[in-house]
């Protein structure tokens, strides 16, 4: 259940400020009887809520991957770099989707798009502790010593703490990364603190979803399983 005037403007019939006027006028019916009162709870799918005789859907929750190239930004806007955006095409930008977290300009992979702010908001919260995975060529080679200072939680050149981390070393100056948090740079910070310095880095995972077969550069609505996958993890 939700509010009648939470809903209208969900579903784009007006801003938050117009509700009241458009409720007021009674162009709003809810089971074809007119109803005053935006605090009134429905149910989408339920009631059947209409505008001015046109019955109204209510906006879906939209979910979207993209593999990031390198050399965007992770902007809505931004007055000299290309932004992500660029790379969405103009039906999910219609949707009003933003990017959930960031990536460097530098760092490819694995970017989620929502129009759903509760979701967009828990996903990045630093409270529910969403596991990424980054695939890192850098130089040198991770030691037992470097996984275990991982693991213990490092403390970066500045003095900012990290909460305990992965580090998989996965051949010769290749390693795999796994953090909860989002710090500024956080995984270029967490191995140049070790002395090896990213020279690439990719997100491949973020909670359960993979980047998979996606190719770089495109983009892709999750499926329903996903959405619900997703859901279901970020109640635990
Ligand atoms: N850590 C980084 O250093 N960069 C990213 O883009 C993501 C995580």
Redesign the pocket.
Same mark, same amino acid.
């Given at each position: 259940m939700e509010r009648l005037d939470k809903f209208l403007c969900d579903a784009g019939a007006g801003t938050r400020s117009q509700m009241k006027q458009i409720l007021k006028s009674g162009r709003v019916t809810v089971d074809g009887i007119v109803e005053r009162d935006g605090s009134r709870k429905i149910d989408p799918a339920v009631h059947r809520i209409s505008l001015d005789d046109t019955e109204l859907r209510g906006r879906c929750m939209l979910v979207a991957m993209l593999n990031k190239p390198a050399g965007f930004v992770t902007a809505t806007q931004d007055r000299q770099e290309r932004t992500v955006m660029e790379l969405l095409p103009k039906e999910l930008l219609a949707q009003d989707v933003k990017p959930v977290g $960031? &990536?460097?300009k530098a760092?490819e992979g694995l970017l989620l798009f929502t129009n759903d702010g509760d979701l967009l908001h828990r996903l990045i919260s630093p409270r529910k502790e969403v596991p990424k995975v980054?695939y890192a060529r850098h130089e040198g080679t991770a030691t037992g010593e470097d996984v275990e200072a991982f693991a213990a939680g490092l403390t970066l050149g500045d003095g900012t703490k990290c909460l305990p981390a992965v580090l998989e070393p996965v051949g010769t100056g290749e390693s795999l990364v796994t +953090?909860c948090e989002?710090k500024y740079?956080? +995984? $270029? $910070?967490m191995m140049a603190a070790r002395n090896m310095p990213?020279t690439y &880095?990719e $997100?491949q995972k973020e909670g359960p979803l993979s980047l998979g077969e996606l190719p770089r550069g495109q983009v892709r609505l999750l499926t329903a399983e996903e959405v619900e996958m997703l859901q279901s993890y970020m109640a635990k």
């Open positions: $960031r &990536l460097d760092t980054y +953090v989002g740079h956080q +995984v $270029r $910070r990213v &880095l $997100r």
